[in-house]
């Protein structure tokens, strides 16, 4: 009931940037955390950062000072600016949400919901 849309991964050179965007759809009735994860090949899918509805974020240890998380309510979008990136970096990453959606006016139901992935190169 709830989709995400990843956009903005790619190829780039280590000491580039990349900026990531995620865009929810549906009867979405309230959002409440956002993030992004990322899984290198043969690994678990790790996180990266999240963010609340009220601007609140939490990132690993291995992006902080780099990366950026950021978040537009009206849109239901959420964006990870990728700063200095490293080629251990490369990873597919996944947009994460979530809230509640609608069936009815008189009914909500929580989704979390997770999107197709976007890969992200980053050559040394």
């Known amino acids: 009931q709830v989709q995400l849309v990843e956009s903005g991964g790619g190829l780039v050179q280590a000491g580039g940037s990349l900026r990531l965007s995620c865009a929810a759809s549906?009867?979405?009735?309230?959002?409440?955390?956002m993030g992004w994860y990322r899984q290198a090949p043969g690994k678990q899918r790790d996180l990266v950062a999240t963010i609340t509805s009220g601007g609140s974020t939490n990132y690993a240890d291995s992006v902080k000072g780099r990366f950026i998380i950021s978040r537009d309510n009206a849109k239901n979008a959420v964006y990870l600016q990728m700063n200095s990136l490293k080629p251990e970096d490369t990873a597919v990453y996944y947009c994460?949400?979530?809230?509640?959606?609608?069936?009815?006016?008189?009914?909500?139901?929580?989704?979390?919901?997770w999107g197709q992935g976007t890969q992200v190169t980053v050559s040394s």
């Open positions: 549906g009867s979405i009735r309230s959002i409440n955390a």
């Open positions: 994460n949400a979530e809230g509640y959606y609608t069936t009815s006016y008189y009914f909500t139901h929580p989704f979390a919901s």
